[in-house]
């Protein structure tokens, strides 16, 4: 503490001097501006910066002839234009005297006097190391690591100078991907991709992760690139392969999944062994399905992959399914309505709900388990309170669980007796609850915080504001949300459409909506 303060005294003294010295001393004030045609003296200085770039040519031993031939072509060519508009500026301010403020040769004493100053702090201060604040914000000595990086990036930009290449590009993107700069690592792996053959595989995967979120069907040729080039990369393949999934792609995710099984043991990597199965359960009606398009296998792939909680891809397969098979088909009316209510496209939820209802009443089915307990919840969103009690009464009627059903009901009739308000109704369906419990310490309440605001910047979007889907997979609810490793993966990695955000977040933010997600959505 002691050096600290003496060393503070000596700065806060010789800057004091700095200030003051050139008001005691007059002949430290600055002289006015040279008064030379500036014209003239800018053209004077590229022509001395050309003849000195001819004369450093013949000392480089660092490029190759033809290039060194090249440059000189340029340089002289350059230099022959700006030496005709010397001469022509010159002639123009023939008979006018440039005035010329001379140098009174004395000693610049302010200049000195920093000099000494920061010789004696060096001195003062001798082996310390500058220290900066890290990313897990602690005071560390990461200073000589980031030097090396600079350096590193200064050799390889010059390296991309004089022998262009992929690779060297990929290096510059691999600085710019370790120190979370996304931009500049999209730009440099973007270069090395577009512009030359020989660029790694690597360099393909991260531009398609980087790219992921702005453009899924780059992502996803950059990917088929990248496994080229690399066909045993475990991310490549995994990601792939639920890009696959997610779009109903059965037979092709299940030969990235196979090949992927070859490289991890899925006896280790549970996600992996479940993907395989339900791949493999999946793989004979998609077969099927490419030989002869059929109602029957496609609802069959829709319900597994609806039973394995993959509720996107389940809606595709459904969607195709009334589309092109069956308009009315009630389980894939129901299911459709579900992801309409889950997504808050309320109306049409309730319209498809109802014709699912009224089409298995019509064909003599049992109806599609949850219908009327989605179309209850439906209706009371919308403002139809007797008619979501009709539907919470026949989802109990028909022996569907029990549940919060009843005190669903109570509320309505609350509501419609002028008791309640809709405001003030909280019900599970309609909002999952906001992450709360007994008050915790501020840290706690902070990343809570952070969680949110990163949620809602970067995930809403695609997941809904409050976990109801969309272009993403339902969060409100889902089983597998409760799993705080699983969750953090695919945040770190990305899965099917959804990018990876190892490079645009650093760890305490992705454990803080890691954090976030789970308190909040999981049932």
Known sequence: MTVIIIVAVLLTGLLGWLVLQPLLDARQLDELPDERDPDLLDLEEERDALLNALRELDIRTDLAHERREELRARYERKAAVVLRALEARQAELAGREPTVKRSTGRIPWGAVTLVSGAVLIAGTLGGFVLPRVGLDSTVVTAFEEDLAASEALRDLLREAERNPSGEVYAQIGDIHWNAEDGGSAMEAYGTAVNEYEDAPARAYQRLALLTFEDDPGRARVLLEQARLREPNNPATLGTLGEIYLS?????????????????????????????????????????????????????????????????????????????????????????????????????????????????????????????????????????????????????????????????????????????????????????????????????????????????????????????????????????????????????????????????????????????????????
């Open 247 to 523: 779009n109903v792609e059965v037979l092709a995710a299940l030969d990235a999944y196979e090949d992927l099984a070859t490289v991890i043991d899925p006896a280790v990597d549970p996600e992996l062994r479940g993907r395989l199965t339900l791949l493999r359960d999946l793989a004979p009606f998609a077969r099927s399905l490419e030989a002869d398009p059929n109602a029957d296998d496609l609802g069959a792939v829709a319900s597994r992959l609806w039973d394995a909680e993959l509720l996107g891809p389940a809606g595709q397969a459904y969607f195709r399914l009334l589309s092109e098979f069956d308009a009315n088909d009630p389980v894939a009316l129901a299911r459709v309505g579900e992801l309409l209510f889950l997504n808050e496209r309320l109306d049409d939820a309730v319209a498809f709900l109802e014709r699912s209802l009224q089409q298995a009443e019509a064909r003599g089915v049992t109806a599609p388990q949850n219908a009327s307990l989605f179309l209850g919840n439906a209706r009371f969103s919308v403002g139809d309170y007797e008619g979501a009690i009709t539907a919470w009464q026949a989802h109990l009627d028909g022996g569907g669980d029990t549940g919060r059903v009843p005190e669903f009901i109570d509320a309505a009739r609350g509501v419609m007796a002028g008791e309640l308000t809709p405001s003030e109704v909280a019900l599970s369906f309609s909002q999952p609850a906001a992450s709360g419990g007994p008050p915790g310490v501020a840290s706690e309440a902070q990343v809570v915080s952070q969680g949110e605001q990163i949620y809602q910047a970067r995930c809403a979007s695609c997941h809904g504001p409050n976990g109801g889907g969309g272009a993403g997979n339902v969060l409100a609810g889902n089983p597998s949300v409760a799993r705080a490793a699983y969750v953090e993966n695919i945040i770190r990695y990305g899965r099917g459409t959804m990018p990876g955000y190892q490079a645009l977040l650093d760890d305490d933010e992705i454990a803080a909506l890691t954090s976030w997600v789970v308190d909040t959505f999981a049932p």
